[in-house]
């Protein structure tokens, strides 16, 4: 069954610093990826994801993220975090008609 | 609706006693799915529901929990017999499609608290 890892629990970035946040992925094929943000008193929100093609994908507010297959990684990131970033992550792997696995989340903090 | 509904969006209950959460997800969406967010826990898997196909319920933690969508669309949460452990947010979700391909949307949730 597949399974994502998200090694950080919690993360601190100066504004202006630029971010990465870990996702592992374990799965037999190539799944579809996801990461979705959760801001405080929000719902979640697909931030991108990838299926096939283009290793990195871009997404909304900035984000970015590369698909290592060698690797089991799709790690997201951004050149430059602002304050209103600050949220809880999480990364996804989906497999056709299968269900939607969520990673236990990353929540970013920001300081001035 | 715009979006997908969730309600209650607060619901306090004591031990024991038995809560039906309800999901409205956005129309024409064919798969819905019900998650538990627990603090430090992430999103848990409960149940998904993907057309007239049979549900995946693998994620439901005990006998207890159940769900049901009627007519492919409103879907039904029930716990019975709540726990304290059962305390947690519930979410709801819903994608168009007929595979993981798509976007989940998803509701803001119904707070669970058990006394």
Redesign the interface.
């Known amino acids: 069954a597949q399974s994502v890892t998200q090694p950080d629990i919690h993360i601190t970035v100066s504004e202006g610093a630029s971010l990465e946040l870990r996702c592992n992925y374990s799965y037999g094929a190539t799944p579809y990826l996801f990461w979705y943000v959760q801001s405080p008193g929000q719902g979640l929100q697909l931030l991108l994801k990838y299926f096939s093609g283009d290793t990195l994908v871009q997404g909304i507010k900035g984000f970015e993220a590369e698909f290592k297959r060698s690797q089991s990684s799709f790690n997201l990131r951004k050149p430059s975090v602002h304050w209103s970033d600050a949220a809880e992550y999480f990364c996804a792997v989906g497999t056709g008609f299968q269900k939607l696995v969520f990673g236990t989340g990353t929540r970013l903090l920001v300081s001035p | 609706g715009a979006g997908?509904s969730q309600s209650p969006s607060n619901k306090v209950t004591e031990k024991g006693k038995d809560v039906e959460l309800r999901c409205d997800p956005i129309s024409g969406h064919t798969a819905l799915?019900w998650?538990r967010q627990s603090l430090?826990?992430?999103?848990e898997?409960l149940i998904?529901f993907?057309g007239n196909?049979a549900p995946?319920k693998?994620?439901l933690p005990s006998d207890r929990f159940s769900a049901e969508r009627t007519g492919g669309s409103v879907s039904t949460l029930t716990i019975q017999r709540t726990q304290q452990e059962d305390s947690a947010v519930y979410?709801c979700?819903s994608s168009s499609g007929?595979?993981?391909?798509g976007?989940?949307f998803?509701?803001?949730?119904s707070r669970l608290t058990v006394l």
């Open positions: 997908v799915y998650y430090g826990q992430g999103l898997f998904y993907q196909s995946d693998s994620g979410l979700a007929t595979s993981n391909t976007e989940l998803f509701g803001e949730g």
